[in-house]
């Protein structure tokens, strides 16, 4: 059965560090707090007048094509997760391929929040494995610096910018993604979302005076929604492929707290030095940690290598998938 490798992945962060130690400063927080709750230390932030999701995909995809020897002309399609679009129309996938020179292709978003990337790379798996691509490039994108509410402590804290892309080639040898699970809750949504600028409530005045347009969370009942959820899944895709705990390299967990990446790890039978963690310099990107995980430890992964990826998102969505390292 012909499977779909992963076969290059390229991160980008803009160049702006936002500190705790700057937080402190526009909200009644510190770092201690910070760091203990969250496991937080820096995030990125992506500056410039209209710069959107796209700029940081681009990047990404770009440095994507030059290490992987790809021209633009050999992609077949590109997929790409984010809950920050540039605009509501066109695709941010759209803007994408124009600035790095994929013509004539299909191209499409995915929103599915925190579990956008792993819906992508599902997505982008099914028309590798039915023959009918045979490059197809995942992105993981958001700027959600953008709908961050930057008075509100307890959610400006979480969450930066960032992009991830990875190539998506078929591959004979039994390496690629083996197996995913996808799930979704829409009763979840009163707990994380954002109330205006869609077609319920579009922007007015009175929107904007609300605040309805920033990110809203209800932390505790998101944290224990996503203790459980990612950790059953995660829990639940070992078992499905007869998978231990020691025969498991690396998790690859979604960035968004510490605390559920620990639990997860546990249910999972994983030590903590097989366990991808680079929220303290980047915090929560939404559709781009994993791809940045994969970036970041990407000298430390050897072919045939199982990684369990998992996710959990506003919707709520959230997922699991299993993939055999293919270089």
Same mark, same amino acid.
């Given at each position: 059965?012909?499977?779909?490798?992963?076969?290059?992945?390229?991160?980008?962060? $803009?160049?702006?560090?936002?500190?705790?130690?700057?937080?402190?400063?526009? @909200?009644?927080?510190?770092?201690?707090?910070?760091?203990?709750?969250?496991?937080?230390?820096?995030?990125?932030?992506?500056?410039?007048?209209?710069?959107?999701?796209?700029?940081?995909? =681009?990047?990404?995809?770009?440095?994507?094509?030059?290490?992987?020897?790809? %021209? $633009?002309?050999?992609?077949?399609? &590109?997929?790409?997760?984010?809950?920050?679009?540039?605009?509501?129309?066109? =695709?941010?996938?759209?803007?994408?391929?124009?600035? @790095?020179?994929?013509?004539?292709?299909? *191209?499409?978003?995915?929103? #599915?929040?925190? *579990?956008?990337?792993?819906?992508?790379?599902?997505?982008?798996?099914?028309?590798?494995?039915?023959?009918?691509?045979? /490059?197809?490039?995942?992105?993981?994108?958001?700027?959600?610096?953008?709908?961050?509410?930057?008075?509100?402590?307890?959610?400006?804290?979480?969450?930066?910018?960032?992009?991830?892309?990875? &190539? &998506?080639?078929? #591959?004979?040898?039994?390496?690629? @993604?083996?197996?995913?699970? &996808?799930?979704?809750?829409?009763?979840?949504?009163?707990?994380?979302?954002? /109330? #205006?600028?869609?077609?319920?409530?579009?922007?007015?005045?009175?929107? @904007?005076?609300?605040?309805?347009?920033?990110?809203?969370?209800?932390?505790?009942?998101? +944290?224990? +929604?996503?203790?459980?959820?990612?950790?059953?899944? *995660?829990?639940?895709?070992?078992?499905?492929?007869?998978?231990?705990?020691?025969?498991?390299?690396?998790?690859? $967990?979604?960035?968004?707290? %510490?605390?559920?990446?620990?639990?997860? #790890?546990?249910?999972?039978?994983?030590? $903590?030095?097989?366990?991808?963690? !680079?929220?303290?310099?980047?915090? !929560?990107?939404?559709? =781009?940690?994993?791809?940045?995980?994969?970036?970041?430890?990407?000298?430390?992964?050897?072919?045939?290598?199982?990684?369990?990826?998992? =996710? +959990?998102?506003?919707?709520?969505?959230?997922?699991?998938?299993?993939?055999?390292?293919?270089?």
């Amino acid at each position: 059965m012909m499977k779909a490798a992963i076969t290059g992945v390229h991160g980008y962060v $803009p160049e702006y560090v936002l500190t705790n130690a700057e937080l402190e400063k526009m @909200v009644d927080t510190n770092d201690e707090w910070i760091t203990s709750r969250t496991g937080i230390k820096e995030r990125r932030i992506l500056k410039g007048e209209g710069m959107g999701s796209s700029h940081m995909g =681009a990047k990404a995809v770009q440095g994507l094509l030059e290490k992987t020897n790809t %021209k $633009p002309e050999e992609i077949d399609l &590109l997929i790409c997760a984010t809950v920050t679009p540039d605009y509501v129309f066109p =695709a941010t996938a759209n803007l994408i391929c124009d600035m @790095v020179g994929i013509r004539n292709v299909g *191209s499409f978003d995915i929103q #599915a929040a925190c *579990s956008g990337f792993l819906y992508a790379l599902t997505t982008g798996t099914q028309f590798i494995e039915s023959g009918k691509y045979k /490059k197809v490039i995942v992105v993981g994108a958001d700027k959600m610096s953008a709908i961050v509410d930057y008075t509100d402590r307890t959610t400006c804290v979480l969450f930066g910018d960032g992009a991830g892309a990875v &190539l &998506l080639e078929p #591959a004979e040898e039994g390496f690629g @993604v083996m197996d995913s699970i &996808l799930r979704s809750d829409g009763s979840g949504q009163i707990h994380l979302f954002q /109330k #205006a600028g869609g077609s319920r409530y579009p922007p007015t005045h009175e929107t @904007v005076e609300k605040r309805w347009h920033y990110a809203y969370q209800d932390g505790p009942s998101v +944290f224990k +929604f996503a203790v459980k959820n990612m950790a059953d899944v *995660s829990a639940e895709i070992m078992e499905r492929n007869q998978l231990k705990g020691e025969e498991v390299a690396w998790l690859v $967990p979604h960035q968004a707290n %510490k605390r559920i990446i620990d639990a997860t #790890a546990n249910r999972m039978g994983v030590g $903590p030095e097989r366990v991808m963690m !680079n929220i303290y310099k980047y915090g !929560n990107t939404t559709a =781009a940690t994993i791809p940045l995980c994969l970036f970041d430890y990407e000298s430390q992964l050897k072919k045939g290598d199982n990684l369990i990826l998992a =996710a +959990f998102g506003g919707g709520f969505t959230w997922g699991s998938v299993y993939v055999k390292w293919a270089y």
